[in-house]
């Protein structure tokens, strides 16, 4: 499985940034793919999450209000981020994870432990001026 983050940048506070992973080898017939930020000296936070099934979760930071969506044709997952603010300045990771459960719902993508991801990309910046 590779994951490729892009569509990070500077933007003014009140702006508007499309954050894109694209992927490969992700096969699974279940799975959850995830957006997750840092910042220097803290964890990685959950901001959304989406399932194969189209199910969709989002975390207390997407409060934009962000938009998570999946283009399966391009294996592109994206995170619409409206109305940025300083404090979404983070760098934003793309996450993948295998769903083994067969009673699978994308609304319980998990959010809480990045840990449960194991495959991520390499990060893209996001920096939100006032």
């Known amino acids: 499985v590779q994951l490729v983050d892009s569509g990070g940048g500077s933007v003014q506070s009140g702006g508007t940034l499309r954050l894109s992973c694209s992927s490969s080898g992700v096969t699974f017939k279940h799975y959850c793919m995830a957006w997750f930020r840092q910042t220097p000296g803290k964890e990685r936070e959950g901001v959304a999450a989406?399932?194969?099934?189209?199910?969709?979760r989002y975390g207390d930071s997407a409060k934009g209000p962000f938009t998570i969506s999946q283009d399966f044709a391009k294996n592109t997952t994206y995170l619409q981020m409206i109305n940025l603010k300083p404090e979404d300045t983070a760098m934003y990771f793309c996450?993948?994870?295998?769903?083994?459960?067969?009673?699978?719902?994308?609304?319980?993508?998990?959010?809480?432990?990045?840990?449960?991801?194991?495959?991520w990309g390499q990060g893209t910046q996001v920096t939100v001026s006032s």
């Open positions: 989406i399932g194969s099934d189209g199910g969709t």
């Open positions: 996450a993948a994870t295998r769903i083994e459960s067969p009673a699978f719902d994308g609304r319980s993508c998990p959010l809480i432990l990045s840990k449960l991801y194991n495959y």
